[in-house]
């Protein structure tokens, strides 16, 4: 007669080994799940390009004081501050702004010089295929039209680009 | 022909079936504290918040439903009034002793935040936030405070 208390025995620590695997498994997806953090950068690049559109534009209109921003006082006249937090390696280069005017009628005329702020050696991830270095910053380009005082047309093109990778991205 | 005892089996069956609700339980315990867990609400609500200045022009006032941050700050001993903390362009969310999360936003405003009346029902899960343009300190002020003292 075989007895059949040793085989039970054996299949529960089967059963358990088996519900050890299922645990395991759970907790790894719970913690890939969780400690991701959420992106949230694509919306800070469509808010950054709202800003910055009507620092120049209001109502279809070129504002008066376009002529006077520049490269170097962009920041201050459009009341924009690209400081970070110091878990950023480079505190001075999370964002990245491009901003060119053309003339519709025009265009070898230039309306305005190309402004061109921040750090633009992460821009060129935004164009890779490789899905590892697109994660590396979130591009965002957005066109629109104005007139200007003196009724021109202008297109008025802003690319801009944030990368704080290390708050967004794992 | 071996006759197994009925108390053997089934106390062997109760037993089998109470480990597995046991493990069942624990997991579940698991999840729901993983979802509500203070790091995960705490960098929530900083992006949250700092999105909001992002888009908000000066003269803002922003209210935000923090009843599950103020719960959670509540249970860990952390004042309402340290829950956030803003300075310069950092939004600082802490919901526990040790914690806190930051996250910058780029609108150069003054901010200045206060939760609201703990007394007040209506309120006290709200947490404000008044966008105002920035303060430039003049030189003029300064020599006019000097004068003063």
């Known amino acids: 007669m075989k007895n059949k208390k040793g085989t039970d025995m054996i299949l529960s620590v089967y059963w358990f080994a088996i519900l050890a695997l299922v645990a395991a498994g759970i907790f790894v997806m719970v913690y890939l799940f969780y400690g991701h953090p959420s992106d949230v950068r694509e ?85 890779s295929d490789d899905v590892e270095y697109k994660r590396q910053a979130i591009c965002i380009q957005e066109k629109f039209y104005a007139l200007s005082q003196d009724n021109k047309k202008i297109m008025i093109t802003i690319f801009a680009s944030v990368r704080k990778t290390e708050k967004n991205a794992k | 022909m071996v006759k197994r005892k009925r108390g053997t089996f089934l106390a062997e069956n109760i037993i089998f079936i109470v480990l597995n609700l046991a493990f069942l339980i624990i997991l579940m315990l698991f999840l729901f504290k993983q979802g509500s867990g203070a790091i995960l609400l705490e960098q929530s609500y900083a992006k949250q918040i700092a999105l909001l200045i992002n888009s908000a022009p000066a003269g803002t006032e922003i209210q935000i439903n923090m009843q599950e941050g103020f719960e959670l700050a509540d249970k860990n001993k952390v004042n309402r009034a340290d829950v956030v903390n803003i300075y310069g362009n950092i939004v600082k969310v802490k919901l526990s002793e040790k914690g806190g999360y930051e996250y910058s936003f ?12 703990i007394y007040d029902d209506s ?7 008044i966008v105002n343009p920035k303060q430039e300190f003049l030189p003029e002020n300064l020599n006019e405070v000097e004068n003063e003292e």
């Open chain 2, 123 to 129: 309120i006290k899960n709200l947490h404000f936030i």
């Open chain 2, 106 to 117: 780029f609108n150069d405003v003054d901010v200045s935040e206060f939760p609201g009346n």
């Open chain 1, 43 to 127: 919306m800070e690049v469509s808010i950054l390009i709202d800003k910055i559109a009507t620092c120049f534009a209001q109502g279809g209109r070129v504002l008066d004081n376009v002529g006077e921003i520049n490269s170097g006082n962009f920041l201050e006249k459009c009341n924009l501050d690209f400081d970070v937090e110091e878990v950023f390696k480079i505190r001075e280069g999370q964002y990245y702004v491009n901003i060119s005017f053309d003339k519709l009628d025009n265009p070898e005329n230039i309306f305005h010089e190309v402004i061109e702020v921040g750090n633009a050696n992460f821009v060129s991830s935004c164009f």
